[in-house]
Nanobody, 123 residues
């Protein structure tokens, strides 16, 4: 059973930074890609950033240039460095993993999810 555990959320003022981390355990497959999604109250879960086992990264337009996704060589952990945070970045952030090709933007492509960590950006 694959387990993903996020950490690093919290409250920060606009313009500040936070670093989220996700640790994977119990894995019995080779991870194809890992990603971060977020969900604000009353909204659908949306793609934030992803990184493949080959190191390719993708970002949502809303975070491009502000957020950086990274991972260790074995994809045992994935981090999201969030800079220049805005109030609209406030959401629960989820770590996700998948073991097969698919749309990097689609929630349904990811079979494994963490519990989520709250990020609140005050104005």
């Amino acid at each position: 059973q694959v387990q993903l555990a996020e950490s690093g959320g919290g409250l920060v003022q606009a313009g500040g930074s936070l670093r989220l981390s996700c640790a994977a355990s119990g894995r019995t497959f080779r991870t194809y890609a890992m990603a971060w999604f977020r969900q604000a109250p009353g909204k659908q879960r949306e793609f934030v950033a992803s990184i493949s086992s080959g190191g390719s990264t993708n970002y949502a337009d809303s975070v491009k240039g502000r957020f950086i996704i990274s991972t260790d060589n074995g994809m045992n952990t994935v981090s999201l460095q969030m800079n220049s945070l805005k109030p609209e970045d406030t959401a629960v952030y989820y770590c996700a993993a998948r073991n097969a090709p698919g749309s990097i933007y689609w929630v349904g492509s990811y079979g494994y999810w963490g519990q989520g960590t709250q990020v609140t950006v005050s104005s």
